[in-house]
């Protein structure tokens, strides 16, 4: 089984590459109340340097052998703020866009965004459904304007509770028929921490045909009693089926027992082995993207770690092979 790593949006090896710096609100208003076009040009400067660092952040990717890649969603400041109108980002940054987008394809790159927790879904509020479905349009339009295709994906959870876990998946179905055709292909659900477990999100998954992003550590966090990695792993895996990528986890380590659910700095190389030693009785493919405080270098460290246990081979620096 080939198994590839990546880490994300930002690297702590690659000095000053921030792929996400901002521009606030209030700054903006501050600079606007003096000059309009001054502000609107602070926003759009920051925004190229966003895009210039994301293509250092390839290239160092690209040295690395990296395949596996996840862009921030703050690429773009103020992007989908209702107060900036006029401003066409797309077109006014196309060229970056562009070549952003050439060099994944040239260099056969595997990316994602994954829109922040207040995209949901499932909402009962049409507003917040509304202002979820810009956020997910405004993501596949950096994607299309990169020239990017359907295999260019998004990753969102499932959403909110609302006090009535069963009620609020079926509005999740409901509300997906609802959703752009354009948004609907470039789509995956993956497991939380908290609220819907991996049995839950495969059900939405199978459903809707939706790919499942398996979250590791979000498994450990939030199952039911009887669910267990060996029996999900199959229907995980089948739910990429036709789309012509491997199947992708998500991995992480508790920060600590009292603060379980916050991601570690590093990861924890037994609970990955562990996973790798499953999954190859099903698959001959799979990528992992590291969750960790530590970015690219806690990923380099477990590929370093895996490569020194039994039944595993070291191809690169963030490839693994497993017999």
């Not at 702590?12 to 003096?34: F, G, W």
């Not at 956020?135 to 959870?157: P, Q």
Request: charged letters at 25%.
């Amino acid at each position: 089984m080939l198994v590839r790593f990546g880490f994300v949006a930002m690297s702590v090896t690659l000095e000053d590459a921030s792929p996400s710096k901002t521009v606030t609100m209030k700054t903006y208003k501050r600079i606007a109340l003096q000059d309009s076009d001054a502000a609107m040009e602070k926003v759009k400067r920051v925004a190229r340097e966003n895009l210039f660092n994301c293509l250092r952040l390839l290239r160092h990717c690209r040295a690395h052998n990296v395949k596996v890649y996840r862009f921030s969603s703050k690429i773009i400041p103020l992007a989908t703020h209702p107060e900036i109108t006029g401003w066409d980002y797309i077109k006014n940054l196309k060229p970056q866009l562009i070549e952003l987008g050439n060099f994944i394809k040239e260099n056969k790159m595997r990316v994602t965004f994954h829109p922040d927790h207040y995209t949901l879904i499932n909402t009962p509020k049409e507003d917040v459904f509304k202002a979820s479905v810009a956020d997910l349009v405004h993501h596949c339009r950096i994607f299309n304007a990169m020239g990017l295709r359907e295999n260019a994906k998004l990753i969102t959870h499932v959403g909110g509770g609302y006090n009535n876990k069963e009620e609020s998946l079926e509005r999740f179905v409901d509300n997906w028929a609802r959703i752009p055709k354009g948004i609907y292909k470039r789509m995956t659900l993956e497991n939380d921490d908290k609220t819907y477990t991996a049995n839950d999100t495969l059900y939405l998954c199978e459903k809707l045909q939706l790919p499942l992003v398996l979250d590791i550590h979000h498994f450990q966090c939030n199952h039911e009693e009887e669910s267990t990695l060996d029996e999900i792993c199959p229907r995980f895996i089948a739910t990429w089926d036709g789309t012509g990528l491997p199947p992708k986890i998500h991995v992480s380590s508790p920060r600590s027992a009292a603060d379980f659910r916050s991601h570690h700095d590093y990861v924890d190389t037994a609970n990955v082995y562990a996973f790798l030693l499953l999954a190859r009785k099903y698959i001959d493919s799979l990528d992992v993207m590291v969750e960790a405080k530590q970015k690219d270098k806690a990923m380099f460290k477990l590929v370093q770690e895996l490569s020194g246990l039994p039944d595993i081979e070291l191809l690169n620096d963030a490839c693994l092979k497993v017999f």
